[in-house]
């Protein structure tokens, strides 16, 4: 009924930049949280950077500085911009949001998950 679709991931040397998207679509009524998690081989998935509500955000203290995320909320996207990428940066990244959706006696709110996209720095 929801889906999150990530894009933008790929393959990038050390030093260089992507920009992650997240698309969410469905019988959506609203969306609060949304973040970005990252899941590196052989690592637990961690949380990459969130917005959590209104504008405020938090991160990784790893990606500080070099990562920021942001919404289109008329759209229901968020973006991550990624820069100074290091190969440590490696990892699937996944989409997340919190989202409240029609039903038919009613609405229900639900944690979702996007299936990944993947990015690969090289040294």
């Known amino acids: 009924q929801v889906q999150l679709v990530e894009s933008g991931g790929g393959l990038v040397q050390a030093g260089g930049s992507l920009r992650l998207s997240c698309a969410a679509s469905?019988?959506?009524?609203?969306?609060?949280?949304m973040g970005w998690y990252r899941q590196a081989p052989g690592k637990q998935r961690e949380l990459v950077a969130g917005?959590?509500?209104?504008?405020?955000?938090n991160y990784a203290d790893s990606v500080k500085g070099r990562f920021t995320i942001s919404r289109d909320n008329a759209n229901n996207r968020v973006f991550l911009q990624m820069n100074s990428l290091k190969p440590e940066d490696t990892a699937v990244y996944y989409c997340?949001?919190?989202?409240?959706?029609?039903?038919?006696?009613?609405?229900?709110?639900?944690?979702?998950w996007g299936k990944g996209t993947l990015v690969t720095v090289s040294s």
């Open positions: 997340n949001a919190d989202i409240t959706t029609a039903q038919t006696m009613g609405v229900l709110l639900r944690n979702y």
């Open positions: 469905g019988s959506i009524v609203s969306i609060s949280a």
């Open positions: 917005m959590p509500s209104g504008d405020r955000t």
